[in-house]
């Protein structure tokens, strides 16, 4: 059998997705990169909260608790996306301590659970998108909508650091002025996974299995636009593939009545719930 167009394209995207673990469930899912928070939140419909810390400073100092350990804050900062950076003093770095994820030992931040050194200081330069001034007071948290766009209001930066009460109250005013369906990390890792499965099925020819499994993201209770129209733009490429292979079996039908048959029996099988599905039996019983 070979692939019409649509869906041999259909498969190189959607190959490209991917789902991150998290380093460790009872950490901040700190994302990799700038360019992969404003990914993230696109996907997820949810703002970015941007942490800038520095050490030898007593307001970071009290918030490392916060990030490290407060299950209310860690739980809460699964419905946004969280960015951490901080520059180490070049002289002092903060050193490595190894801790298991999955069946890999792995060396994370001594200082900030859940991350490397490497990907704070890396997310450092997000911070020019936002601030440019010289001198600023750290720590500093700016709030970001999905689309880039700092919610001003909602900046702090002083000294004495916020809290995990302040921090959520800004959390929820940022969650507010986000319109539309929004999807926490767990729901996300689940339905890129489960669009990774469904290419995976693709690739196996397994039309069936692949169109089961974009039904459940099309369908899924928790959800955001972005897994919506993925999975709606899957199954029109995978029905209009279906299509094809009617069309294919109703020429073939002049010269091999049998297996036209066969294939578009075939088609109304594996391709049940999509159209072409519904286009094979018409084509069988005006065939017949
Ligand atoms: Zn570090």
């Not at 990914?39 to 009290?62: H, K, M, S, W």
């Not at 350990?69 to 002289?91: E, L």
Request: aromatic content about 6%.
């Amino acid at each position: 059998m070979k692939l019409g167009i649509a869906l041999t394209s259909l498969l190189g995207v959607l190959m490209a997705s991917r789902a991150e673990p998290c380093q460790a469930k009872n950490c901040v899912a700190w994302a990799d990169s700038w360019g992969a928070a404003l990914q993230e939140a696109r996907e997820r419909n949810v703002p970015i909260l941007l942490t800038v810390q520095q050490d030898e400073n007593p307001g970071c100092d009290a918030m490392f608790p916060i990030f490290n350990g407060d299950g209310g804050f860690i739980r809460a900062s699964r419905q946004v996306v969280c960015v951490m950076a901080y520059m180490q003093f070049k002289d002092r770095p903060h050193g490595t301590r190894k801790v298991k994820v999955g069946n890999q030992v792995v060396e994370m931040c001594k200082v900030i659970n859940g991350i490397t050194c490497e990907v704070h200081e890396r997310c450092v330069g997000a911070v020019a998108n936002f601030m440019s001034e010289a001198k600023f007071d750290i720590p500093v948290q700016i709030w970001v909508k999905p689309d880039g766009k700092e919610m001003r209001d909602l900046r702090f930066s002083g000294v004495e650091g916020q809290s995990a009460g302040e921090m959520l109250s800004a959390m929820k005013k940022a969650l507010d002025k986000v319109p539309g369906p929004k999807l926490s990390r767990d729901g996300w890792e689940k339905l890129n996974k489960l669009l990774q499965e469904g290419s995976e099925h693709l690739a196996k020819y397994d039309f069936k299995k692949s169109i089961e499994t974009y039904k459940k993201v099309k369908d899924a209770k928790v959800t955001a636009p972005h897994f919506t129209r993925k999975a709606e733009e899957a199954l029109a490429s995978i029905n209009q593939h279906g299509e094809y292979l009617v069309e294919e079996a109703k020429q073939l039908h002049a010269t091999d009545p049998k297996k036209a048959k066969e294939d578009l029996e075939r088609v109304a099988k594996d391709f049940k719930g999509l159209a072409a599905s519904q286009k094979a039996e018409e084509a069988l019983k005006t065939l017949k």
